[in-house]
């Protein structure tokens, strides 16, 4: 039994066709078909149920199935280690984030990394944490950036940094123009969040309810970016970590600090069992330096922060110096 053909039956597996695989492979269709016919041979069974019209995965094929991918990937892994030995650091790694991290963070990581490690090809997942830590254990992601991981007990969980969460506003909101506000005082308010599966969701619903009250939600959305705009609409107010600000510009939201400070934790994770590449520890290496250097940034007072943002605008009527409306009389 050899590699080649493990690899062409997998092809084949994966995509159910047999020129599909063959170009996969870079070979011709002839030369897998006899590669799959020297396989079943050796095995004395039938891997795939053939008609003219369609392949699939015999019962034996897909018995075999994992075990022919747990072989490559062992074979794969020594191939890998052998060549970090030798000091040769390519290879490819396939890195997670949450949405606004990607977003915010991921193009500064990537564009230093691939100046220091040309050999090294980078793919992006962005997806919620649960997601993410699926995909982790599961080995198609290597690493990834969230927010609040759930499986602790098998992951390997490094923390990068504390992210301020803040209160946004409609510009004309009746608690715009404070310095700071306490929770509780949103009791009454009709909440912009994030639907169930994002992480960020469940824990501005865990603070309110900590304050002594349970959020009043008005609309469900789909990205930190739809909060904004939602609550810059005058549809309700929104929390929003701070890697959310860049997104302001003219959208009609102030933002407003907590009287308590509120944060949300960023954290690195990857499977505890699970063999790291050199690739794979260049990258998460220059990932905590990055995020480290940000940290800094992440703890400048708000009103300097972001005041290119929030006063960087064309004056509204009824701001000083400015003629108010006939409405606004």
Same mark, same amino acid.
């Given at each position: 039994?050899?590699?080649?053909?493990?690899?062409?039956? $997998?092809? $084949? @597996?994966?995509?159910?066709?047999? !020129?599909? @695989?063959?170009?996969?492979?870079?070979?011709?269709?002839?030369?897998? !078909?006899?590669? =799959?016919?020297?396989?079943?041979?050796?095995?004395?069974?039938?891997?795939?149920?053939?008609?003219?019209?369609?392949?699939?995965?015999? /019962?034996?094929?897909?018995?075999?199935?994992?075990?022919?991918?747990?072989?490559?990937?062992?074979?794969?892994? *020594?191939?890998?280690?052998?060549?970090?030995?030798?000091?040769?650091?390519?290879?490819?790694?396939?890195?997670?984030?949450?949405?606004?991290?990607?977003?915010?963070?991921?193009?500064?990581?990537?564009?230093?990394?691939?100046? #220091?490690?040309?050999?090294?090809? $980078?793919? %992006?997942?962005?997806?919620?944490?649960?997601?993410?830590?699926?995909?982790?254990?599961?080995?198609?992601?290597?690493?990834?950036?969230?927010?609040?991981?759930? #499986?602790?007990?098998?992951?390997?969980?490094?923390?990068?940094?504390?992210?301020? &969460?803040?209160? *946004?506003?409609?510009?004309?909101?009746?608690?715009?123009? +404070?310095?700071?506000?306490? /929770?509780?005082? /949103?009791?009454?308010?009709?909440? =912009?969040?994030?639907?169930? #599966?994002?992480?960020?969701?469940?824990? $501005?619903?865990? =603070?309110?309810?900590? @304050?002594?009250?349970?959020?009043?939600? *008005?609309?469900?959305?789909?990205?930190?970016?739809?909060? &904004?705009?939602?609550?810059?609409?005058?549809?309700?107010?929104?929390?929003?970590? +701070?890697?959310?600000?860049?997104?302001?510009?003219?959208?009609?939201?102030?933002?407003?600090?907590?009287?308590?400070?509120?944060?949300?934790?960023? #954290?690195?994770?990857? *499977?505890?069992?699970?063999?790291?590449?050199? @690739?794979?520890?260049? &990258?998460?290496?220059?990932?905590?330096?990055?995020? %480290?250097?940000?940290?800094?940034?992440?703890?400048?007072?708000?009103?300097?922060?972001?005041?290119?943002?929030?006063?960087?605008?064309?004056?509204?009527?009824?701001?000083?110096?400015?003629?108010?409306?006939?409405?606004?009389?």
């Amino acid at each position: 039994m050899e590699l080649t053909q493990l690899r062409c039956f $997998v092809a $084949v @597996a994966e995509t159910m066709s047999f !020129s599909e @695989a063959a170009k996969r492979q870079h070979v011709s269709q002839p030369a897998l !078909s006899y590669q =799959i016919k020297h396989l079943e041979t050796e095995l004395g069974c039938r891997l795939f149920d053939r008609t003219s019209r369609r392949v699939a995965l015999s /019962l034996d094929g897909r018995v075999f199935l994992p075990l022919a991918r747990a072989v490559l990937s062992k074979a794969d892994e *020594a191939l890998r280690v052998m060549h970090e030995r030798l000091g040769v650091i390519t290879g490819e790694v396939t890195f997670g984030s949450i949405s606004s991290v990607a977003a915010h963070f991921v193009p500064s990581i990537l564009a230093g990394f691939s100046k #220091n490690y040309p050999g090294i090809r $980078v793919h %992006l997942r962005e997806d919620v944490t649960t997601a993410l830590e699926r995909e982790v254990l599961d080995g198609t992601v290597d690493f990834a950036i969230v927010s609040a991981p759930t #499986n602790p007990a098998v992951l390997e969980v490094t923390h990068l940094l504390d992210e301020e &969460l803040l209160l *946004a506003v409609p510009e004309r909101h009746r608690l715009s123009q +404070r310095t700071a506000v306490r /929770l509780r005082e /949103l009791e009454k308010e009709d909440f =912009i969040v994030l639907a169930d #599966n994002f992480s960020l969701a469940a824990q $501005v619903a865990e =603070i309110c309810r900590h @304050a002594g009250f349970e959020p009043q939600v *008005a609309y469900e959305v789909g990205s930190l970016d739809s909060m &904004l705009s939602f609550t810059g609409n005058g549809l309700g107010i929104s929390v929003v970590p +701070r890697l959310a600000l860049s997104s302001l510009r003219q959208l009609g939201v102030t933002i407003v600090p907590f009287e308590d400070l509120l944060t949300r934790s960023l #954290n690195l994770i990857r *499977a505890k069992e699970r063999y790291a590449t050199a @690739a794979t520890r260049a &990258l998460m290496v220059h990932v905590r330096a990055t995020m %480290l250097s940000a940290s800094v940034s992440m703890t400048k007072p708000i009103l300097d922060w972001s005041d290119q943002i929030t006063h960087d605008r064309q004056p509204l009527p009824g701001d000083h110096g400015v003629p108010p409306t006939p409405e606004s009389n």
